[in-house]
């Protein structure tokens, strides 16, 4: 690891300060974040093991708490009931990537699903999920006017990371 890019969006903007986007991604085309996942079980930082730790639904969590939202934290927000996890957690994905509400499932979404021998088309209509959704997460039924958009999440998901590496370093003498 030689260190994180930190990736801006919307810059073009008048309105640009620097507070759209932000994903970190560590620098180098062999970086650990390219790494299998039992490769980068075995990290260690100065002989220590390491964990990775998954951010569980992290815009969607973001987005819940800008909103002011109580959430259950023992509960996995992808659980939504009539459906899958990985169907609920497509769709959520995307819509939180969309400054809208798509109208039918994109090409991506769709080959991920053949993988798995499931024509997501059929046997996920895209409108009966996001009624699914919708009905269980009624504040999602906004997305499309709430004045945050995905690169709000993501810059508050890097300033989290980014803070929470600065406390560790702080705390650790690292």
Not at 49 to 56: C, K, N, V, W
Not at 102 to 127: G, T
């Amino acid at each position: 690891h030689r260190g994180f890019r930190r990736i801006f969006n919307e810059g073009r903007s008048d309105a640009y300060r620097w507070n759209k986007g932000g994903r970190l991604t560590s620098i180098g085309d062999d970086s650990y974040q390219q790494l299998k996942q039992k490769l980068r079980a075995k990290i260690l930082i100065n002989a220590e093991s390491t964990i990775e730790l998954d951010i569980r639904a992290s815009h969607f969590t973001i987005l819940q708490s800008k909103l002011g939202l109580n959430q259950d934290k023992a509960k996995d927000p992808y659980e939504v009931p009539g459906l899958t996890r990985d169907i609920a957690k497509a769709w959520i994905k995307m819509t939180l990537g969309y400054d809208k509400f798509h109208s039918r499932w994109p090409d991506n979404i769709k080959a991920e699903f053949e993988k798995k021998d499931i024509n997501i088309v059929i046997k996920y209509p895209l409108k009966k999920v996001k009624s699914l959704i919708l009905d269980y997460y009624p504040m999602m039924a906004n997305w499309p006017k709430y004045s945050i958009d995905c690169f709000d999440l993501m810059y508050s998901e890097s300033e989290a990371i980014i803070n929470t590496m600065l406390d560790l370093k702080r705390t650790y003498a690292i």
